[in-house]
């Protein structure tokens, strides 16, 4: 069965400095990777996914992620974050040939001035 | 286009009544996910459907818990008696189905308190 580690609970960044959430996954096949953001009282946005091909991604609101096969990860990446980017950000894993996607634990991001 | 809708946004209720919860999907999309989302854990799949078949229902508490696709349209969810253990955010997602690994479309979800 596949699965989705997210070893930081929660992290805290200034505003301006770069980001980066780990995310580790197990699956014996080629994994759908996808990067998942929730704000408060919100439902769940999608801000990049990896199927195949280029494993460096690029998503919406700046955000980019790189999918490395020999360490299991596909972390999310952001140059410079703003005040807005505060939010709760899930890695998710699904098979080939089904969408039933498996999230992991969050990590939830605060920004500080 | 409009988004995956569900209501009721929230519901308080005590132990051991029932509870049900709604989710239209996005137009023409023929697969229906119901997600439990706890408080400070990921969401995890109850039930999926494909059209108005379910899938997978394999982490469903059938005891308590059912749900339907009448006409793989919209979709309800219910519990009947509710435990504590079940407060929790109920997202519902869509997807068009096809296997390929598209995206999946969340509602805002329903956020139970069972008190």
């Known amino acids: 069965a596949q699965s989705v580690t997210q070893p930081d609970i929660h992290i805290t960044v200034s505003e301006g400095a770069s980001l980066e959430l780990r995310c580790n996954y197990s699956y014996g096949a080629t994994p759908y990777l996808f990067w998942y953001v929730q704000s408060p009282g919100q439902g769940l946005q999608l801000l990049l996914k990896?199927?195949?091909?280029?494993?460096l991604v690029q998503g919406i609101k700046g955000f980019e992620a790189e999918f490395k096969r020999s360490q299991s990860s596909f972390n999310l990446r952001k140059p410079s974050v703003h005040w807005s980017d505060a939010a709760e950000y899930f890695c998710a894993v699904a098979r080939f040939g089904n969408e039933k996607l498996t999230f992991g634990t969050g990590t939830r991001l605060t920004i500080i001035p | 286009e409009a988004g995956v809708a569900q209501s009721p946004r929230y519901k308080i209720i005590e132990k051991r009544q029932s509870v049900a919860f709604w989710c239209n999907p996005i137009s023409g999309h023929a697969t229906l996910y119901w997600y439990q989302q706890i408080l400070g854990q990921g969401p995890k799949l109850l039930i999926q459907?494909?059209?108005?078949?379910?899938?997978?229902d394999s982490q469903l508490p059938k005891d308590r818990f059912s749900a339907e696709r009448l006409k793989g349209v919209d979709s309800t969810l219910k519990i009947q008696p509710a435990k504590l253990e079940d407060s929790a955010v109920y997202l519902c997602?869509?997807?068009?189905?096809?296997?390929?690994?598209?995206?999946?479309?969340f509602g805002q979800g329903t956020r139970l308190t069972v008190v």
């Open positions: 997602a869509s997807t068009h189905g096809t296997g390929g690994g598209t995206e999946a479309f």
């Open positions: 459907f494909q059209n108005n078949g379910v899938v997978d």
């Open positions: 990896y199927f195949s091909g280029d494993t």
